[in-house]
């Protein structure tokens, strides 16, 4: 299991050995690692993997059960106001107070985040194109989440944290707030969000954790982990091929349907492309892992390491 | 940061908050305009009873003495004795009949009920008895003193007995008596709502992404429920005391006595709500916690009522609430106890503390 590495001065929100149980079921499970100060780390995971429960027991909306998680070096729970001074937060699913303008309800968060100034409120609505001065029982769900998106960005926090943040968000608005995303960390802002869209993930994540059933099964680097999953090659040849030819160190999941040939190269290029050149080729293709692909293995089981 | 809670509640309240202000203004401007009415009507009409005088000792065991005017060409007259003021509309007697020919008699009094007693005249050509007049054992009887003997309405008023004559009397029974109900039973919808709605819209996550610690959240809405209850009571008791004066009854019931009398509500009040808050923080639903906490209403005046009469349960209504919100005592010039005043105040902050207490050892539902 990857452990929290804990870096000094570097790491904003360090989780060590977490659990967290809902009566008698466990929906989170010793759980570790760390949001280092200027990244993007996205934790991945399908409905019930315990994402959600992760953030909120972080937020010390939920007790823990065990463990600790220490945010600006702080315990979290300990001084959860003085955390919560500096960071903020989207949830997953939220209501909005009925019967007042947009206006009115963030400027009630910005007051009750100690925050005076409107200017980045209005900027971020502008940008995602929110009527400020709609009555917020009258917004649509995509709107609704346009708001928390502004809510969590406009008091200009240090940490923020982001639960299914692009939630009913259309595809021109999820593309203006990963450009958003992006100038924050830009800007310094430390990021941590929860997804279970892998391109959002790709699009704008340093770093991936992929939980299952409450653990941690992957702390990642993208970059790292496209290296480490190895390129996929597949190969149309004229003739059928015989696999035991493409068994050499450093290549796994060969397989042959007909005349179609798929691999994965983790070293030794150069030999696997002079075994592919033996046989006459009708077309070629070498590309890395997707995401999806990298969530599937892991979630299947099949870890990705060399075999 | 401070104070935006509060305002916030206040600001998406106020059409609640308007709506029973003016329920309010019905109630405590309204109802003291109809005390000359009521009151009229509670006078017992007896016809005839200005040729009638009666004299009734004090206590049981004497003679009661019943005086007429004389009536010229009369040749006696018959005296029919009955427990009801039907006995004018009968000839014949449901207890006891005298004749005599003076214009006076003097009957034993040996009874504690109310007794009428009608005066009929004998005339020699006439075959039937003339009525004459009727008068009653009790000097200035109202209809609704047999009412008010019911034990639950001296429950109403601490267990005193109260006449609807006297215009604080009437603002004891017709307003006071169900303000608890009325008052209270709003407030504590207001109180459980405000806090269970954040569960059920889940606004909690919100609030509590920003630096509000559970604790304020709590002393938050508790102060604008404050707010709110101070508003309720200022109105109800201006409204009161200008209807009251209006009705020229304000040396009786002067803005003083009705001022005291809401403002000593106001502990009460706040105890019902802070209770509520603490249902909804354990409940974390606005049916249960309403539910629970009407029950503790309704089972607490309940209580109060039944204890205020009953020997045996005499000291069990220092278990309720709404024995220390004594609105009689301080309509009728006790003042207003500054015991039950610091034991309300000590059990509110005590369901205070106890709902922070729980709120901060709970998880928020997502």
Known sequence: ?307 | MRGNILWMELRTGWKGILIFTFIIILTAGGFPSFYDMIKDSGVEDLEGDEYLTIEVPEEPGGLINLTWVPVQGAAGYTILEDNSSTVQNKLSPSLRSFSTENTSISVPYDYEEKHYYSVYIVMDNVSDPVFLGTRTSVVNATLWDEFLQNEAYQGLAGGREISFLDIRGYLALEVFSWWVLLAGIYLAWRAVASVAEDYKEKRMDLIFSTPVSRRRYILGKFTAHFVVTFWICLVGAGLMTASVDAMGQGDSAGADVIFSTFFASLPMLMCIQAFGILGAIHFKSTRSGIGVTFLFIFAQYAFNIVASVSESLQNAKYATIMYYWDYTGILMGEGVNAGHFAVLSILTALFVVLAVWAFDRQDIPA
């Open chain 1, 1 to 307: 299991m990857p452990k929290a590495s804990a870096k000094p001065g570097k790491d904003i929100l360090v989780i060590d050995n977490l659990t967290k149980y809902y009566g008698d079921f466990k929906a989170v499970s010793e759980l570790s690692l760390t949001v280092r100060e200027g990244e993007i780390l996205g934790l991945l995971g399908p409905n019930g993997a315990g994402k959600t429960t992760t953030i909120r027991t972080c937020l010390a909306l939920l007790k823990k059960t065990k463990g600790n998680v220490s945010i600006f070096g702080m315990d979290s729970h300990k001084d959860s106001e003085r955390i919560r001074m500096r960071t903020g937060y989207l949830p997953g699913d939220f209501g909005l107070i009925p019967d007042i303008t947009v206006r009115a309800f963030l400027k009630h968060f910005l007051a009750l985040s100690d925050c005076k100034s409107t200017e980045k409120m209005e900027s971020l609505a502008k940008r995602l194109d929110l009527d400020m001065d709609k009555k917020t029982q009258d917004l649509s769900k995509g709107n609704r989440q346009k708001v928390g998106v502004v809510q969590v960005l406009m008091a200009d926090q240090v940490l923020i944290i982001l639960d299914e943040p692009t939630s009913g968000l259309d595809p021109l608005v999820q593309q203006e707030f990963y450009k958003i995303l992006r100038e924050e960390k830009a800007a310094g802002k430390t990021i941590f969000m929860s997804t279970h869209i892998l391109a959002e993930a790709e699009l704008v994540c340093d770093r991936i954790a992929i939980i299952r059933e409450g653990k941690l099964v992957l702390l990642e680097s993208i970059t790292n982990l496209q290296d480490k999953m190895g390129k996929i090659l597949t190969v149309e040849f004229r003739n059928k091929v015989d696999p035991a030819d493409f068994r050499i160190k450093g290549v796994t999941n060969i397989e042959v349907e007909g005349k179609n040939l798929t691999l994965t190269i983790h070293s030794n290029i150069d030999e696997v492309i002079k075994r592919v050149a033996d046989h006459p080729i009708v077309n070629m293709n070498l590309r890395t892992y997707t995401l999806d692909e990298m969530f599937l293995r892991y979630y299947s089981g099949d870890g990705g390491e060399e075999e």
